[in-house]
Every structure is written in structure tokens, then in C-alpha cells.
């Protein structure tokens, strides 16, 4: 059968080495960004393992079962190694990392004491905030008063002045700070030249993380959006990303109860299991908790917890299945628990002759736990697929994110088993090898 054009396979990429230093640049330096840097100067010296990393367990196969060639990916595509990775960040307080690693409770302080010397070297820019978008919190550590446009100018200064003093070669940005309200692309977001006019004046729907955003795009670092907010997904940005070659991807940590969505629905669509009703809630006493408390950030992870069921279940496929379905979800600030959140599933489900049953999940999970070793993968892979010449959305990461990003007009994957294999098939492409189907009748013939 002939092939056409538009059928014909990308070319395998001609990957750039990664040599020197990778800059990490984190937008919000609270629970998941210590987390995250505490994690790996722990992995560094030796004192744990770098548990719940992809990048850095999980094997890849190559070609036929019966060849037993599984590296590391790590060993298979070339990443940064952690010890080649300098660590910045802005946040609205004047914590150093250290200091936040200890306020915000996640790791105990025993731990913390042994990585103290590098921690409190790292040390917070101000932020660009706008209480507008983050209502729960505030802090004194913010940019001097200018326009939305001399915010994004600041921005870039900063990513300059970091690259320089830390000997970087590449950087790469991952948004980790507060939920900001649900917005919609507006007018201002349709176009660049529309929004650089919007930062120039002051346009009240340009938020911060779409400033920051907008700067390390235009510094040319690949940025991923670890929240549900509108950013990058606006179309101005995704013009921009794909001018200047830069990867973006996101949106929103797949952590806790959206994770446990992804494992869960797949295996009863799998078997044409029905659903009726799908009810979650959330107790969560951080920050992220707090912020989430008002009713404009809590709209923004509602559309994006939302989204994954519908897409899993296809209802408009399987309406005898799906149609009616009843998903309601609920996040509940409770100081009490602290990061320890508490994902509670009640799944009402129907099976043969329409004979109703229940699922019940509760996930005793720690939030910034599952999502730091997230922030690794994601930083290192975004750096690779930069290197590879690879611009604008990075589907094949949609397997870390709640609500992915894809091409306009197509509809996002959140089946997590079918994320995993369309990105080790990425991975696999990248390093010109065979794409592994799982067909496997050639053992048979």
C-alpha cells in the first residue's frame, strides 16, 4: 500500500548532547517545588531513592519480547543527570528553600537537616502576583509596581541573571505555584500582537502565570503548566511556542484522586462495565488547600478533574453505559491534615442485566509526594524534547497531566495505559527504534 505525505513517519530526530548544566526554574517555591529539590539532593547523596520517577526507574523494552533488551530510560535517551541541575524560583515569600521545606511540613525535619547546607542556598526572586487570580494568600516578596509588560521584561532578567551566575548551558520552567481563578481565552489571548498590546496596558485577563509564561517562551526555555489555569493553552502562546521551537505541555498534575480516575475507568470501560454515578471529594489542609478554598481557583480544578471521566468513558460512544452518568466533585479545606490529602471515591457501577454495584476508594495520599518526582520527569523530558528539535504542544506528556494539552481540535488521551505506551513510543521514535505494537502474532506464525 503506498504511503502518502501526510501518512509518511516524522523523521528520527537528531538529538543535541546534554552536556553542562540544566537550569530547573519553578514558579512557586512551596510544598512541590522543596519537595521536588529536597528529593534530589537527598538522591544525590545516596540517603533515598528517586521512588515514583519514570526518567529514573522505569525500563523501556526494545524490539520482541524474546529479546530481553529493557535499559533503563535513563540509560536509553540522553537526560540531564541530576547532578547537573541548578535550582531557582520565584515565590510571593521570603523564605529560602529551606525555611519553606520546613513551614510547609511535608518532609520531616530530620531529613531536611542533612540537605540544609543546599537548601538554604536557594533562595526566592519576587514574584509577579496579582490577588485578582490568587485570593486566599499574600506575601511581601513581589515585583516593584509597572505595567504587565515590564513584569514579563523582569522576568526575562531574571532567567538571564540565573543562567549566567549558575554556569547553566539550558534551562527549563514548570509552573508549581497556586491555582489561579478560572478564566477563558479572551480577545487579548487570540493573537501575539493582541497580547503583547495587553501587557503594555495593563489587560485585566492577563494572568501571572501567562507572564511567565510569555517570558520563558520568548527566552526560549520550554515551560510546563503544573495547574489547571488557562496558560499556555491560549492561542497567542501556542503561536509563540511553536515561532520560537520551544515545547510547552500541561496541564495539571496527575497526583491523587484524578490518578486513581485514570487506573480505574479504563478497566471498566475495558469490560463494558456501566457507570451511573462517580462521586469524589477531597480534604486537603496546605496551601494548595487554602487557595483552593475560593471559588474561582476551585472552578479551575473542578473543569480539570472533570474532564478526565468524560473523555476515559466516551458517553456519546457507549450511551447505554455512560450517557446518564452523575460525577460531582468536591475539595474541602481542612487545616488539620495538612499535605496528607484524602481522596474519597464512591463509584456506583452496573453490570450484567443491569444489577447495580459499588466501588468505594480511599487514597490516604500526600500530594506533593506523588507530584515532585512528577516535576523531575517533566523538567528532564521537556529538556530532551528540546534538544530534539521538538516544538509547540508535547502530547506524548500528557501522561502527567489531569487535563493535557493537544493540538486544537483534538481531543486529549487520559486512558493512563494508552499515555504510557504513546510516550515510550515517542521515546522510541527519538532514538530511531522499532514502535512496539503489542500485536505480537509474529511469535505465532
Known amino acids: 500500500m503506498s504511503t502518502t505525505p501526510d501518512q509518511a513517519p516524522k523523521p528520527t530526530p537528531n538529538i543535541r548532547p546534554a552536556t553542562g548544566k540544566l537550569g530547573i526554574l519553578t514558579p512557586g517555591m512551596g510544598a512541590v517545588t522543596t519537595t521536588f529539590i529536597a528529593g534530589v539532593e537527598a538522591i544525590k547523596r545516596g540517603i533515598s531513592k528517586p521512588i515514583g520517577s519514570v526518567t529514573q526507574l522505569s525500563t523501556i523494552r526494545l524490539g520482541k519480547r524474546t529479546d530481553n533488551n529493557t535499559p533503563l530510560i535513563k540509560d536509553f535517551v ?8 541548578e535550582f531557582g524560583g520565584w515565590d510571593i515569600f521570603e523564605e529560602n528553600c529551606y525555611e519553606a521545606a520546613v513551614h510547609a511540613g511535608v518532609l520531616e525535619r530530620h531529613l531536611l537537616e542533612q540537605l540544609k547546607e543546599p537548601l538554604e542556598k536557594i533562595k526566592p526572586m ?13 506575601g511581601p516578596n513581589m515585583k516593584p509596581k509597572g505595567s504587565k509588560m515590564d513584569h514579563a521584561e523582569m522576568l526575562m532578567d531574571d532567567i538571564r541573571n540565573f543562567k549566567e551566575t549558575r554556569g547553566c548551558d539550558r534551562l527549563s520552567m514548570i509552573w508549581c505555584g497556586s491555582t489561579e481563578v478560572f478564566h477563558r481565552a479572551a480577545a487579548v489571548h487570540q493573537s501575539l500582537e493582541a497580547f503583547e498590546a495587553g501587557l503594555a496596558n495593563n489587560d485585566p485577563e492577563i494572568s501571572p502565570s501567562q507572564i511567565y ?29 511553536r515561532d520560537r521551537q520551544v515545547p510547552i505541555c500541561g496541564k495539571d ?53 472533570l474532564s478526565a471521566l468524560e473523555q476515559i468513558l466516551q458517553p456519546e460512544l457507549y450511551p447505554d453505559l455512560y450517557k446518564d452518568i452523575y460525577h460531582k466533585v468536591r475539595i474541602n479545606y ?46 528532564l523530558f521537556m529538556d530532551l524534547a528540546q534538544r530534539a528539535g521538538m516544538r509547540g ?49 509474529e511469535y505465532y506464525d
Open 78 to 85: 540522553p537526560l540531564a543527570g541530576l547532578e547537573d541541575l
Open 126 to 138: 519576587s514574584a509577579v502576583f496579582d490577588s485578582e487570580y490568587v485570593k486566599r494568600i499574600t
Open 213 to 241: 509564561a510569555y517570558a520563558a517562551i520568548r527566552s526560549g526555555v520550554p515551560y510546563a503548566n503544573g495547574a489547571p489555569h488557562l496558560t499556555v493553552d491560549a492561542p497567542c502562546l501556542l503561536e509563540m511556542a
Open 253 to 305: 498534575f496527575k497526583t491523587g484522586q484524578t490518578f486513581m480516575k485514570t487506573l480505574i475507568a479504563p478497566g471498566l470501560k475495558s469490560r463494558m462495565l456501566g457507570v451511573s454515578g462517580w462521586f469524589s471529594t477531597n480534604i486537603l489542609g496546605n496551601r494548595d488547600g487554602e487557595v483552593l478554598d475560593d471559588p474561582g481557583s476551585f472552578k479551575s480544578k473542578e473543569e480539570s478533574k
Open 334 to 379: 481542612y487545616p488539620p491534615r495538612g499535605d496528607s490529602k484524602e481522596g474519597w471515591d464512591n463509584i456506583d457501577i452496573f453490570g450484567w442485566l443491569g444489577y447495580p454495584m459499588q466501588i468505594k476508594i480511599d487514597f490516604l495520599c500526600r500530594d506533593s509526594i506523588l507530584a515532585a518526582p512528577l516535576v523531575l520527569d517533566l523538567v
Open 393 to 441: 504542544v508535547q502530547e506524548w506528556l500528557s501522561f502527567y497531566f489531569k487535563a493535557p494539552m493537544t493540538a486544537p481540535g483534538l481531543y486529549p488521551e487520559h486512558d493512563i495505559f494508552i499515555q504510557l505506551m504513546k510516550m515510550k513510543n515517542t521515546l522510541r521514535w527519538m532514538k530511531g527504534e522499532q514502535l512496539i505494537t503489542h500485536l505480537g502474532l
